[in-house]
């Protein structure tokens, strides 16, 4: 049975994406390639096998040994929300580096609803999971918002403008007909024309699907984007036809997890 390293399971308010506000259960995986320049959680790049994980359930918090299989983390997510139905989110780092795990773990918390954020930049594993899955939460990042990736074991990610255009188009075509939003994170200094290949993308080969916009939280050395830049960017995904929200992140203004 595969394992994944595991950094915490708890409930929350989801803060961002198109359920933004809803009540579920997180599940946090280590383990991601990308180096975003903005990454709100880079706790979360290297897997460390020695590092706890927190879980938070209704009774307290406590640590248990980061690499947990399907079943374990299940029951966790039970005794986060005992006899709930909350949809669980699970995320990362970049989940997609543990397809098998994603895979067990999907069928073992039907009848929930299981939503996945990815940054889709490996389109072979979100393929296994598309179908199973209730929602796809895609990031769709400038490729000059990322560093050089550093692999995670054998999964590495695109290493320049060229591949990352082509494993877009292809999570693109994967989502456009699923439950499905692409995030487009909007950092400060980028200007329309830097989003120009994104909308197309989005127009060629998922034209359906909901864009939500989501200006980068200001902090960890980040400016606030231009309410400028927020407002023509919304103008010019809506002139191209998508449906499109800009949505910021809520839970830093809840202070929630
Ligand atoms: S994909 Fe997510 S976890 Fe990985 S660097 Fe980007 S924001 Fe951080």
Redesign the pocket.
């Known amino acids: 049975m595969s394992e994944a390293p595991v950094l915490e399971v708890f409930a929350s308010i989801q803060g961002e994406g198109a359920f933004v506000g809803q009540p579920q259960v997180f599940v946090r995986l280590a383990g991601?390639?990308?180096?975003?320049a903005?990454?709100?959680?880079?706790h979360?790049?290297v897997i460390d096998p020695l590092r706890p994980a927190r879980i938070a359930v209704a009774g307290g918090e406590r640590s248990e040994p980061a690499l947990a299989d399907p079943e374990r983390v299940a029951a966790w997510v039970e005794e986060a929300d005992p006899g709930g139905a909350r949809p669980v989110s699970v995320?990362?780092?970049?989940p997609l580096v543990h397809p098998d795990f994603l895979e067990v773990l999907v069928g073992l918390l039907a009848p929930r609803r299981v939503h996945l954020?990815?940054?889709g930049?490996h389109p072979e594993a979100l393929a296994r999971l598309v179908g199973p899955l209730a929602h796809v939460s895609l990031?769709v990042?400038l490729p000059a918002d990322?560093a050089p990736p550093v692999p995670v074991g054998e999964v590495g990610a695109p290493q320049d403008a060229s591949e990352w255009r082509a494993v877009r188009r292809a999570a693109l075509e994967l989502v456009a007909d699923a439950d499905a939003c692409a995030k487009l994170?909007v950092a400060a200094g980028r200007t329309v024309a830097d989003f120009e290949p994104l909308l197309r993308d989005l127009v060629a080969h998922a034209p359906r699907l909901r864009v939500v916009l989501q200006p980068i939280t200001p902090g960890r050395g980040e400016r606030a984007p231009d309410r400028a830049l927020l407002l023509a960017l919304v103008e010019r995904a809506e002139a191209v036809g998508l449906t499109t929200r800009l949505v910021p992140q809520v839970h830093p203004l809840l202070g929630v997890d």
């Open positions: 991601c390639p990308l180096r975003c903005w990454c709100d959680t880079p979360s790049w995320t990362g780092g970049e954020e990815t940054a930049a990031d990042k990322l994170p």
